[in-house]
C-alpha cells in the first residue's frame, strides 16, 4: 500500500500539478483554454466556466492539502479570473464561455456549471483566508435555489439564458435525445452542497443538500438495475436504457461523502451506495484492469475514458473502506497499473490522455479543453492520499 500510496503523491506532484500550473495566462488571466493531441497550446482558444471552476478547485485543493503557496497563488488566479469574467455582473451566475481576454461568447447559464463554482469557491473559502470567497458562494447557493430549482417537479433544472430564460438543453443532452431533466447536474449540485456545507454549516444548505440526496434516492437511481438512470422528460421518466458507469461509480462515492457531512446515513440510502459499486464492478470492469464507459441497450462503449478510471478508484476504494472486501481494493490496485500503463500520457510536457481504446491506443482528443481539466485525477489523487494516510 505504501507504493500505491507514493506513485499516487508523485503522479500528483510532479506529473499533474506542474503541467496545469504550465498553462497559466500572465497576460489576459485565468488558464490557457486548449492543449492539443500533440501538445500544441492555443493561446487564444476560449475559456469555460467549467474549466476555470474545476482549475480553481484544484489549485485551492492542492493548497489546502499541502499548504504550498505556489498553488495557492494559482487558486488566486483563477478565483480572480472567474470571478472578474466568468460571472454575470447583472443577472447573476456563471456563463458557459468566455474568449481568451475574458470577454463573454456564450452567456448561457447551465445548473451543471453553477454547481462548479460553488463547489470551487466553497474550496476556496476552505483553503485560503480570502474574505471574498464565501459570500461568493452563498450568493451563488441562493441564485441557484430561485432560479434553477423547480420544487413542484422537484428536479434542478438544466439548460438556460442569460436571462434565466429556461432553453433546451443542447450542453448536457447526449446519445439522440434532448433531457428535460439529467442525473449528471443532480450529482454535481449534491457535490457542490456537499462542499457548501463544509465551510458554511447553514441549515438552508443543509436542506437543501438532503434534498438532493433524497431525489437522487427517490427519482434518479433505479434499484432494479442497480444504477443511476441518466436522461428524464420533464416529467421523470426515463428516456433511454443507458448505464454509465463512470457516473454511476463516481455518484457512489459522492453520494457516501454527503453523507458523511450530513451525519445522516438512511439504510436505503447505505445500500444505494454498495448496489452501485458492486452492479459497476461486475459489469464494467475488464480483465485487463480497466473500465469501461457506458451501455446504452445492446450496444458497448468500451473506451477507456481518464475520468472514468480516475472516479472508478476512489468509488472502489469507497466501497474497499465500507465493506473492507479485498476484492475492491485489487480492483482500485489494476486500475492504477492500468491507468499508469495506458492513460498517462508518457510524452514530456504530457498529462493524461482523455481516453484509449480496448487495444490501448489513444484517441486523438485534446489533452487540455472545456471539459478536461485537472479536477478528476486531482481529485483522485487528493482522495486516495487522505483516505490511505488517515486509516
Known amino acids: 500500500m505504501e507504493t500505491l500510496l507514493d506513485e499516487i503523491r508523485q503522479e500528483w506532484k510532479e506529473h499533474i500539478l506542474p503541467f496545469w500550473l504550465g498553462l497559466k495566462d500572465e497576460t489576459h488571466g485565468g488558464f ?3 492543449v492539443d493531441v500533440d501538445l500544441h497550446t492555443h493561446n487564444q482558444a476560449d475559456k469555460g466556466g467549467i474549466a476555470t471552476a474545476r482549475l480553481l478547485w484544484s489549485f485551492s485543493a492542492a493548497a489546502r492539502v499541502t499548504g504550498e503557496n505556489t498553488y495557492a497563488e494559482a487558486a488566486r488566479h483563477a478565483f480572480t479570473f472567474l470571478r472578474n469574467h466568468l460571472l454575470d455582473p447583472l443577472h447573476g451566475g456563471m456563463y458557459w464561455m468566455v474568449d481568451y481576454t475574458g470577454q463573454p461568447v456564450d452567456t448561457c447559464k447551465h445548473v451543471y456549471a453553477q454547481a462548479f463554482a460553488i463547489y470551487a469557491i466553497a474550496e476556496y473559502a476552505r483553503a ?4 471574498n470567497a464565501l459570500p461568493l458562494a452563498m450568493e451563488l447557493f441562493h441564485l441557484l435555489e430561485q432560479k434553477g430549482y423547480d420544487r413542484t417537479r422537484q428536479a434542478y433544472g438544466e ?3 442569460r436571462l434565466w430564460n429556461t432553453q433546451p438543453n443542447e450542453l448536457l443532452s447526449e446519445n439522440g435525445v434532448t433531457a428535460h431533466i439529467t442525473m449528471n447536474t443532480h450529482i454535481h449540485v449534491l457535490e457542490a452542497y456537499t462542499q457548501l456545507l463544509r465551510v458554511w454549516p447553514n441549515e438552508e444548505v443543509r436542506n437543501a443538500l438532503t434534498n438532493v440526496l433524497d431525489i437522487l434516492y427517490h ?17 421523470w421518466r426515463s428516456l433511454l436504457d443507458l448505464t454509465s458507469y463512470g457516473h454511476d461509480i463516481e455518484a457512489s462515492w459522492l453520494i457516501e461523502d454527503a453523507m458523511n457531512v450530513l451525519g445522516y446515513y438512511p439504510s436505503e440510502y447505505v445500500d444505494m451506495v454498495m448496489d452501485i ?12 484492469g480497466s473500465l469501461i464507459n457506458e451501455r446504452e441497450g445492446e450496444r458497448v462503449d468500451t473506451s477507456r475514458i481518464w475520468w472514468v478510471q480516475a472516479e472508478g478508484m476512489v468509488g472502489f476504494y469507497n466501497a474497499f473502506q465500507r465493506t473492507k472486501d479485498e476484492r475492491f481494493l485489487q480492483i482500485v490496485k489494476n486500475l492504477w497499473s492500468y491507468t499508469r500503463q495506458y492513460i498517462i500520457d508518457p510524452r514530456p510536457g504530457g498529462e493524461w490522455f482523455w481516453s484509449v481504446q480496448a487495444d490501448g491506443k489513444p484517441d486523438a482528443r485534446e489533452i487540455a479543453g472545456p471539459w478536461k481539466c485537472p479536477y478528476h485525477n486531482s481529485r483522485f489523487c487528493i482522495e486516495m492520499l487522505e483516505r490511505m494516510e488517515n486509516q
Open 32 to 34: 490557457y483554454g486548449e
Open 128 to 131: 485560503t483566508d480570502d474574505p
Open 159 to 161: 439548460q438556460y439564458d
Open 219 to 235: 427519482r434518479v437511481y433505479d434499484a432494479s438495475a442497480r444504477r443511476l438512470g441518466v436522461f428524464f422528460d420533464r416529467e
Open 277 to 288: 459499486a458492486n452492479a459497476v464492478a461486475e459489469r464494467a470492469v475488464q480483465p485487463d
